[in-house]
């Protein structure tokens, strides 16, 4: 199994919109609807922000959004705020029990 | 509210076995799948396994041979053992509570990490 594709970085102003995309096959992201997204700040614990493709934990803003078409789900940010900046990962379910993440994206708020 | 914390040697040397065990604090071991994750320096998350409180396991197909997950629900911990570790195998490692999916056609699958510890780091030198 290999890892999910996702640009390596990412950025954006202040109250702009950002998207960040997850690609898979068609044996992970294309089959199942159980993609999550994770925040990572520098030195930290992820944090989940995005569940089962587009819903929001409990506690995580509303800016935060998730979405899918085929085998590539994408992660919206709207409204930037400085605190975005940090690392994303996305995850998915593929298959025979088994968890697959993407490398990662740098979102760099400008 | 739930909290997890790994604890074990931050140093291992090579070809010996990396041990971590993850306490899991304000809840149940019950119910969901308890995993491992673990994060080289600068690099991205590499899923390594996960278990359920009886014992049935999920391992990454690349580690595979080398992982072993436990869970000892008297004393509401999980373990990992990662065999032969080499430089490769430093990194941060987490432990993470993961949901539980069902579906009516394929029964339960896991879901995503929604509780994670602080992280350990280990680093694999003689």
């Known amino acids: 199994q290999s890892a999910l594709t996702q640009p390596a970085s990412v950025s954006g102003s202040p109250g702009q919109s950002i998207t960040i995309s997850c690609t898979g096959t068609?044996?992970?992201?294309?089959?199942?609807?159980?993609l999550s997204w994770y925040q990572q700040h520098p030195g930290k614990a992820p944090k989940l922000m995005i569940y089962?493709?587009?819903k929001r934990p409990s506690g995580v803003s509303n800016r935060f959004s998730g979405s899918k078409s085929g085998n590539t789900a994408s992660l919206t940010i709207s409204g930037l705020q400085a605190e975005d900046e940090a690392d994303y990962y996305c995850?998915?379910?593929?298959?025979?029990?088994?968890?697959?993440f993407g490398g990662g994206t740098k979102l760099t708020v400008l | 509210q739930v909290q997890l914390q790994e604890s074990g040697p931050g140093l291992v040397k090579p070809s010996e076995t990396l041990s971590l065990t993850c306490t899991v604090s304000?809840?149940?071991?019950?119910?969901?799948?308890w995993s491992w994750i673990r994060q080289p320096p600068g690099k991205g998350l590499e899923y390594i396994g996960y278990?359920?409180?009886?014992?049935?396991?999920n391992y990454n197909p690349s580690l595979k041979s080398r992982v072993t997950i436990s869970v000892d629900t008297s004393k509401n911990q999980f373990s990992l053992k990662l065999s032969s570790v080499t430089a490769a195998d430093t990194a941060v490692y987490y432990c993470?509570?993961?949901?539980?999916?069902?579906?009516?056609?394929?029964?339960?699958?896991?879901?995503?990490?929604?509780?994670w510890g602080q992280g350990t780091m280990v680093t694999v030198s003689s």
């Open positions: 993470a509570r993961v949901g539980r999916y069902y579906d009516i056609l394929t029964g339960y699958s896991p879901d995503a990490f929604d509780i």
């Open positions: 304000g809840g149940s071991i019950s119910s969901y799948y």
């Open positions: 278990i359920f409180y009886n014992g049935s396991t």
């Open positions: 068609s044996s992970d992201v294309g089959s199942y609807n159980l």
């Open positions: 089962e493709g587009s």
């Open positions: 995850c998915s379910y593929a298959g025979s029990s088994t968890l697959v």
